[in-house]
Antibody, heavy 116, light 112 residues
Framework: EVQLVQSGGDLVQPGGSLSLSCAAS????????MTWVRQAPGKGLEWVAN????????YYVDSVKGRFTISRDNAQSSLYLQMNSLRAEDTAVYYC?????????WGQGTLVTVSS | DVVMTQSPLSLSVTPGQPASISCKSS???????????LYWYLQKAGQSPQLLIS???SRFSAVPDRFSGSGSGTDFTLKISRVEADDVGTYYC?????????FGQGTRLEIK
C-alpha cells in the first residue's frame, strides 16, 4: 500500500523550532518530488514547499523562505520539514504529499500550534 | 502569484441532482507543452485531501465517472453529474502552472 505517515507536530512558543517527518512506504521514494502543504484552522490549503527527487532543487512559499527547510533522506524514504522562527500564523495542520502537482497520496496531517 | 477564485463558496444539492463548481485563474494555465495544469481535490470532513482530477480533465484512479473536469485558459469547471451523499466535503482547485502552487478558497458541498 502506498502510504505516508507523519510525525512531529506539537505546541511550540513563538520564535521556537520544530521538525516534521514523513515516512514513505509502498513506492519507490526516489522517483518522486515531495511536497508540504498546510491548512490553518478553519482555512483552505496552502502549498508550503517541495523538493526534487535527489534533493537538488527546493522551492518555498515566500512566507516561509529563510525560516523553513525541506529535506529528504532517500535511504530512509523520509521527508522532513525543519521549521525555525515560528510565528502564530504558522499554526496549521501540515500535510506531506507525494508529487510535484498531482498530490497522491497525502499524509494524515500533523498539527503545529505556535502559541505562548 | 497566480490567484485562484472559486464559486460558489458553498452549495447544497439534492441527491441525484447535478452540481457545478467554477474556478478562475488570474493567468492562463495552458502550458506550451499543451497541458493545462489545473487540478481538483476533495477534502472530506476530518480527512486529508484527495486527488480527483489532474491536468484539467483526467480523473484519478477510482474516481467515479460522475466527476468531470473541463475548461480552458483561465476558466474551469468541476461537474458532478449526479451527487451522492459520499460527495460531501470541500472541493479545491489548484494551479500547477507556476510556483508557488496556489489553491482556490474551497467550495463546500452539502446534501439537501
Amino acid at each position: 500500500e502506498v502510504q505516508l505517515v507523519q510525525s512531529g507536530g506539537d505546541l511550540v512558543q513563538p520564535g521556537g523550532s520544530l521538525s516534521l517527518s514523513c515516512a514513505a512506504s509502498g513506492f519507490t521514494f526516489t522517483n518522486y518530488w515531495m511536497t508540504w502543504v498546510r491548512q490553518a484552522p478553519g482555512k483552505g490549503l496552502e502549498w508550503v514547499a517541495n523538493i526534487k527527487q535527489d534533493g537538488s532543487e527546493k522551492y518555498y512559499v515566500d512566507s516561509v523562505k529563510g525560516r523553513f527547510t525541506i529535506s529528504r533522506d532517500n535511504a530512509q524514504s523520509s521527508l522532513y520539514l525543519q521549521m525555525n522562527s515560528l510565528r502564530a500564523e504558522d499554526t496549521a495542520v501540515y500535510y506531506c504529499a507525494r508529487g510535484f502537482r498531482a498530490f497522491h497520496p497525502w499524509g494524515q496531517g500533523t498539527l503545529v500550534t505556535v502559541s505562548s | 502569484d497566480v490567484v485562484m477564485t472559486q464559486s460558489p463558496l458553498s452549495l447544497s444539492v439534492t441527491p441525484g441532482q447535478p452540481a457545478s463548481i467554477s474556478c478562475k485563474s488570474s493567468q492562463s494555465l495552458l502550458h506550451s507543452d499543451g497541458k493545462t495544469y489545473l487540478y481538483w481535490y476533495l477534502q472530506k470532513a476530518g480527512q486529508s485531501p484527495q486527488l480527483l482530477i489532474s491536468e484539467l480533465s483526467s480523473r484519478f484512479s477510482a474516481v467515479p465517472d460522475r466527476f468531470s473536469g473541463s475548461g480552458s485558459g483561465t476558466d474551469f469547471t468541476l461537474k458532478i453529474s449526479r451527487v451522492e451523499a459520499d460527495d460531501v466535503g470541500t472541493y479545491y482547485c489548484m494551479q500547477g502552472m507556476s510556483l508557488p502552487l496556489t489553491f482556490g478558497q474551497g467550495t463546500r458541498l452539502e446534501i439537501k
